[in-house]
């Protein structure tokens, strides 16, 4: 089946190391994002990428950075992870026509960042 | 600018009765709406959206919402709620043409009790 895989689903990482989140999708979807979404809390755009365009949100703090190498991988970054960066962390993708028009977005099973 | 305001963080209901979940929207442009459902530890999948097509829009799950744009409301039902129905729910919206920002509701929990 066809499906956005996030790896690993559980993270713990120490205050101030940097830590790498996964994602990969088999939709070959051109439209891919991050969401970041603490407890009890609706899911927070960081940034998406459109095809190899980058586009971050204007309150994404600096300390977050993604990088797509291709179609089907991408990465979310965190230099310096402060207590405050515990959270489920969202993929997502989507099939873009071009009109940049909302199409439905298909979402991983997250990854809970933990930061000790 | 894009808002939703999800009337109620938990909504109990007891086995086979109505669900009623209710989402109030703020577009300045013909919206696109969503109601997706999140499962605990797991990402979000969508129930069904709202495109302008229908105002009754048919999802999953046996769930439907009616768009209704004097009321800015887009609120979602199930005539008989399940157990397995108990789960997180979000309303988003999105506005058309304005790229990929989905604004979304600070979620309603939803209790089925037997």
């Known amino acids: 089946d066809a499906m956005v895989i996030q790896n690993p689903r559980y993270q713990v990482t120490q205050f101030g190391k940097p830590v790498t989140l996964s994602c990969s999708q088999t939709?070959?979807?051109?439209?891919m994002y991050w969401y970041q979404q603490k407890s009890s809390q609706a899911p927070k755009l960081l940034f998406h990428?459109?095809?190899?365009?980058?586009?971050n949100e204007a309150d994404t703090p600096d300390n977050f950075q993604s990088r797509r190498p291709n179609t089907s991988f991408c990465f979310l970054d965190i230099r310096s992870p402060g207590l405050g960066d515990a959270a489920m962390y969202l993929c997502?993708?989507?099939?873009?026509?071009?009109?940049?028009?909302?199409?439905?977005?298909?979402f991983g099973p997250g990854t809970r960042l933990l930061v000790l | 600018a894009q808002s939703v305001t999800q009337l109620g963080s938990h909504v109990s209901v007891s086995e086979g009765a109505l669900v009623l979940l209710r989402c109030n929207y703020s577009?300045?442009?013909?919206?696109?709406l969503f109601w997706y459902v999140q499962y605990p530890n797991q990402g979000l999948q969508l129930l069904l959206k709202y495109t302008s097509a229908a105002t009754l829009v048919k999802g999953i799950n046996g769930f439907e919402a009616e768009f209704k744009k004097s009321e800015t409301s887009f609120h979602l039902t199930k005539p008989s709620a399940h157990m397995s129905d108990a789960a997180e729910y979000f309303c988003a919206v999105s506005d058309r043409g304005g790229g990929f920002k989905t604004i979304f509701g600070a979620g309603t929990r939803l209790f089925v009790k037997a």
């Open positions: 997502a993708t989507s099939k873009s026509s071009g009109a940049r028009d909302q199409e439905t977005q298909y």
């Open positions: 577009s300045s442009v013909p919206p696109y």
């Open positions: 939709l070959n979807h051109n439209v």
């Open positions: 990428y459109y095809d190899k365009d980058f586009n």
